[in-house]
């Protein structure tokens, strides 16, 4: 179903590079260095890769001018080979079209603003007073409750979920099986049982945001729920009600982050991380994989908890100590007090 | 879409509260004390929030018998100000409003009891043998299998999926994405492959429990899995097969829990925590996010594990620590038994 | 609804079993050894069952040579009990019924090559191009994007999404909520934003692979994801671009695998666990519950990392300490200096 074509003159053109080598040469499809074949191009970004620019049979490469001598093939020279290989791909992309148009299978609610260059799939259901702006796609299966408003050019995969109220800027992506605006877990105990608190706030979404499959968002208790722009989750993320994520922060999959955290802008946060809720993160800050943030943290920089995972005798020895760990380090204090060595770094539980 | 307005008047006759200034004040909205503007009502009830009674400019608001003389403007007198909040946020609460009635694209199938207040939405699927208590809405996407009974005055979000069998009880509310049944995860090994188990248990959900989004309940193996009444399960949390949660027990997103774990009642259990298989929680535990639950807990009270996040330098160096753990404890006993400390408090591994 | 019946003479000859006692004997169901009554059969292969076999009420009982002279009731003696039960439960495995052929509802794209012992849902959206094998299950709510392939025999539970040119083979079964191939988690940072890189390679899934209820697995960003033949993924796993998984392995609920990451064959791998990208794993490992995977694994064998939870006070003392572990292990080396100690254990950091 692919048979997208490209000189490399058409190439240059769209990725303002340079062209070594024949212009008129075609390919047909962006693959690695190492698998790539004739008519095929490829890209070398990574220096970790460079070893394989010399052998690789593709018929040309994406590469700075500084690795230009050394490639056996025609090249596009460009200043962010990383970049050009995103832009190119996006030209060999076989990603559904979308038609304009309401699929007669779709079921649209009262009072809709929907622009005539919207695309919706088959077995969409809209609620009342949604409005959807320009270009905007929703793929098959999609359900939008009532007064949504969606920006333009945003593209809804399969089976998203939209509860009511909730707002979603222009250029976001979101992908199957993602819920945006379920209830917030919010409980007043009271005689024996617990009672619902009605969540009564909405989720607020920015620009040029991408949200992954199986991501939660939930809506605010009283207030909103806020992901800025720019902002990318990967999948299975858990977003609790009236957190907010702060520009252009990216975070992978499976973290959760608990109900009214703040997380400053341009964060990086690793995959299976927990947030708890009420805290402040601060811009520029990179949480590292399966880490517990358990506190605000105030300074940008680099936080990390667990230990890795080591032989199951190893790790069990030591785990058995950690749970002595305490008395370890009041053994050894005893055994400094006794011959008197300094104990300034210690600091008391 | 949201012109909801009551009188104090109103309010205090809902919340049996004391009305202290001008009943005929009217509200359109509870919003947090700090935020509140005039025609809004706010509540008071974490003393961490007293600081913005006073500079409130709220029209009304919430509070305790104590608190009522600092109060700045007309107030609502109550026993407990959380519960009356809840109570307040279900009258500005903007949720769907269900339509008694099946929707002419929901597919039904024979032999089902649906009570004639139940309100089903569009493209919604029922089995054959499904019965469907009174008041009960299913919202649009969710697909219910053969052989379910759902009690009265439920709520299933949209894209809800129900396997075969599963019992659920009264007011139950299950959220978007929810898979309620799935097949636990057994196979047996044999000649280098593994088969599956069929599993022919079923998913037996109690009253008032709430299921948040992309949260995944197994069917039991043989026998049942069992939530409790009155259980709260938050978003993405995997329930694995025959697992039971005891009544009134409430769980935060992410938590996983495997086959066959017992689990008390009025426990509370954080985000993201593990429990190991075939072990049995007592009642009242607390269990706090990210831990792992690897044994059975015979004792009320509090448990964790896991270390916060820290910067990162200085998490480098105490996890490779974390590895000479077993050294480190041996060596000090030596340099201890060199010297004649006392060892009682070791225990050997 | 359930009413199958089997004489243990049909179930002999279905399990290649030798019956002792009568093989009239009729059984309605098969439970565990210490629930089951009369009319039900059951089965003992954990030696940890063998005290419930004595006063068992089944009528009849699956068991190996070496258990059947204790048998109080009817035997069916077979090599295996586990597999014999796992056969034995396919029988009475109450699982919807799929007739061939296509629900009016569903709506099916172009150019499709479809069998026409295929049992496709209501509601069901397909693309064009998209290929099905002989006597495939597809049950209501599925979206098959453009350009799929799916195998014989295979089984989509409700609601499963899957995106464009995803190839999946035979005996395949998956879970309601699974998205395969939705996009994985690229971006190319430029003049501060995420740009992002289309994903523009496929997921590839072998035969008899199970995947669980909202499971997602990403699409490659250039060339595939790769799920080996007879992978068994519980729920909510998530598995990143270009992961490889070898046939056999096992992976456990909310495990999740980042980006390029080669797990090997025959691995088992524990709930929660987190797998660093560009990793590789090799064949026969095993991964305990909760373990961070931060390298790479050249050995079979049980690798494990974590603490389990503790109460409270012990916890919180514990893990003070391990803020200080660096400081601990430094100051007992400086007192084994002094006392002339052997260090050879130790490491520098």
């Given at each position: 179903m692919n048979n997208k074509k490209f000189t490399l003159a058409q190439l240059a053109e769209f990725l303002s590079a340079k062209v070594q080598g024949d212009p008129n040469i075609e390919v047909t499809a962006i693959v690695p260095l190492q698998v790539a074949s004739a008519g095929q191009i490829s890209f070398l970004d990574n220096p970790k890769y460079r070893k394989f620019l010399a052998e690789t049979n593709a018929s040309a490469v994406i590469l700075s001018e500084e690795m230009a001598e050394k490639c056996p093939c025609a090249a596009l020279i460009v200043k962010n080979p990383y970049l050009a290989y995103a832009m190119t791909a996006t030209l060999f992309d076989n990603k559904p079209v979308a038609k304009p148009g309401i699929h007669p299978t779709a079921i649209i609610g009262e009072h809709c603003e929907i622009d005539n260059s919207v695309a919706i799939g088959p077995n969409v259901v809209i609620g009342d007073y949604v409005k959807i702006g320009k270009n905007t796609v929703i793929q098959p299966g999609c359900i939008i409750n009532h007064d949504v408003e969606i920006g333009a050019n945003c593209w809804l995969w399969p089976n998203v979920t939209i509860y009511h109220g909730t707002r979603i800027g222009a250029r976001t992506i979101i992908h199957s099986g993602a819920v945006i605006g379920s209830d917030g877990f919010g409980f007043a105990f009271h005689q024996g049982q617990y009672h619902k608190i009605p969540q009564i706030g909405i989720v607020r979404i920015g620009d040029d945001v991408e949200i992954g499959a199986n991501t939660t968002i939930d809506r605010g208790a009283l207030g909103d729920t806020i992901i800025g722009n720019g902002v990318k989750l990967d999948n299975q993320i858990q977003i609790g009600h009236n957190v907010e994520i702060g520009d252009h922060t990216v975070i992978a999959a499976g973290t959760g982050v608990a109900g009214s955290t703040k997380v400053g802008k341009y964060c990086r946060v690793g995959g299976l991380v927990g947030f708890a809720g009420h805290i402040t993160i601060t811009d520029q800050v990179t949480i590292t994989a399966m880490a517990s943030v358990a506190q605000s943290i105030n300074e940008p920089g680099i936080y990390s908890s667990g230990v890795p995972a080591a032989p199951f005798s190893a790790w069990k020895r030591n785990m058995v100590r950690f749970q002595q760990l305490d008395s370890i380090a009041r053994r050894l204090m005893q055994l400094e007090r006794k011959f008197g060595?300094?104990?300034?770094e210690e600091e008391s539980v």
């Open positions: 060595e300094q104990e300034q």
